[in-house]
């Protein structure tokens, strides 16, 4: 399993960005694929997740609103919009993926529940 993330880059406060991440490698039906963020000094931190197959969508408490996850799945893509950007959300950006279970919520948000992830990409808020 491959899974290749982009879009990062720098941008100003209110600012937006989609980051993409490409999975190849076998078959992802029923796989969970979503988003983790690590800043320096700091835990990663669950971001959004979605689901192959089916239509719920979840989000960390501080990017609700604001983020939103979605996915193609002719080009086996998930991606990840990000809008009204705050310096805070300003960390290195991870895809993960799993075949899951994923329950109770505090295995979602953990990302020691995840198997597969991709290489991160920068994203940088300034003020």
């Known amino acids: 399993v491959q899974l290749q993330a982009s879009g990062g880059g720098l941008v100003q406060t209110g600012g937006s960005l989609r980051l993409s991440c490409a999975a190849s490698?076998?078959?992802?039906?029923?796989?969970?694929m979503g988003w983790f963020r690590q800043a320096p000094g700091k835990e990663r931190e669950f971001v959004a997740l979605?689901?192959?197959?089916?239509?719920?969508?979840w989000y960390g408490d501080s990017v609700k609103g604001r983020f939103t996850i979605s996915r193609d799945n002719a080009k086996n893509t998930v991606y990840l919009q990000m809008n009204s950007l705050r310096p805070e959300d300003t960390a290195v950006y991870y895809c993960t993926a799993t075949p899951g279970p994923l329950w109770p919520q505090a295995t979602m948000t953990s990302s020691r529940s995840y198997d597969y992830w991709g290489q991160g990409t920068q994203v940088t808020v300034s003020s």
């Open positions: 490698g076998r078959t992802f039906s029923g796989y969970y």
């Open positions: 979605t689901r192959w197959g089916g239509s719920s969508t």
